[in-house]
């Protein structure tokens, strides 16, 4: 499979000679196939808005190597089908949504009836085709912005799309919108490159991860493997007394309750088996007992404490 983005040490240093230089980010590595949602995490100041800058050739590497459906980044004409929503949008703000995209449509070359259909299509796509397209971009709340922002970064019909914090902003139906789109371009062989901090939303689109820290790859692959099932075992109770709780704890390594959900974690099967005999002989309802699937969130967790592999 054709790659989409892919750099080879990629590397940019900040500072002068006069200091010690600062690591924007330093040896990253990766190869996104087209027709992938691959997200790009890690703690503030890890690197994630530097890649993102690198790849759109706002500022320049130290060494290294990055090419944008096989053109060197170096080449503007690498950039020509690509599309980008950054991080806290800022926008003409005197503009309106039709204006705005016809605007951003005629840097591509889109004009007429062309440039009117796309419009249309992309403000229905992002929920902003009411009467609200004709309001100044002044009056918008955030999320609409981050909603025509999302519209403006597809205009060109690119084939790879740069998100940084797509659903920052959004209430729950809007989010799952735009989780919806980004589904949608996948389907249509796009390929979406994704920096967000929403641990579980890069869990539930992305294929793949990388996982930044100080600048530095600690952790990449796909997300079906790294979230694979870990070591431990979850019990989940209905009906548990006080009586039946107490003795759990007392098998069990960490308790959960909540919603009249009881959740004891043990280290091997043994002790899980255990406890749900413990639970059964008080009157409580063993709901599953299954081993326990790690969590993005655990994996991130663990890696930035563990530090760089």
Do not use: W
Not at 33 to 55: A, E, F, H, I, W
Not at 245 to 250: G, K, P, W
Not at 282 to 287: A, D
Request: charged share 30%; with cysteine.
């Amino acid at each position: 499979m054709a790659s989409a983005i892919k750099t080879e040490g990629l590397t940019k240093y900040y500072g002068s000679l006069l200091r010690k230089p600062v690591v924007g980010v330093e040896d990253l590595t990766l190869d996104v196939k087209m027709g992938q949602v691959y997200g790009l995490v890690g703690p503030n100041g890890s690197g994630k808005t530097t890649t993102l800058k690198l790849l759109l050739g706002l500022i320049f590497p130290t060494r290294g190597t990055m090419t944008l459906l096989g053109r060197d980044v170096r080449d503007p004409a690498s950039r020509q089908r690509v599309g980008f929503l950054p991080d806290g949008p800022y926008f003409y703000d005197h503009l309106n949504a039709d204006e705005l995209l016809s605007f951003y449509g005629g840097l591509f070359g889109l004009s007429g009836a062309e440039l009117r259909k796309r419009s249309d299509e992309l403000l229905e796509m992002v929920g902003m085709a009411g009467p609200e397209r004709r309001r100044r971009i002044r009056e918008y709340s955030k999320g609409m912005i981050q909603r025509v922002g999302v519209a403006q970064a597809l205009i060109n019909d690119p084939d790879v799309v740069l998100l940084d914090e797509p659903t920052a902003g959004l209430d729950p139906i809007g989010a799952m919108q735009i989780r919806e789109i980004m589904f949608r371009l996948r389907d249509r062989g796009k390929t979406v490159f994704l920096c967000s901090h929403l641990l579980g939303e890069i869990e539930r689109i992305c294929d793949n991860v990388t996982i930044l820290n100080e600048g530095r790859t600690v952790r990449q692959g796909a997300v079906q493997d790294l979230v694979e099932p870990g070591e431990d075992y979850m019990v989940e109770a209905r009906e548990v007394d006080n009586e039946g709780e107490q003795a759990i704890r007392e098998l069990a390594d960490s308790i959960e309750t909540g919603d009249g959900l009881l959740q004891a974690v043990a280290s091997d099967q043994d002790k899980a088996v255990a406890i749900a005999r413990q639970i059964s002989e008080n009157g409580g309802e063993v709901v599953s007992l299954s081993r326990r699937r790690r969590t993005l969130e655990d994996i991130f967790i663990e890696t930035i404490r563990g530090g760089r592999e």
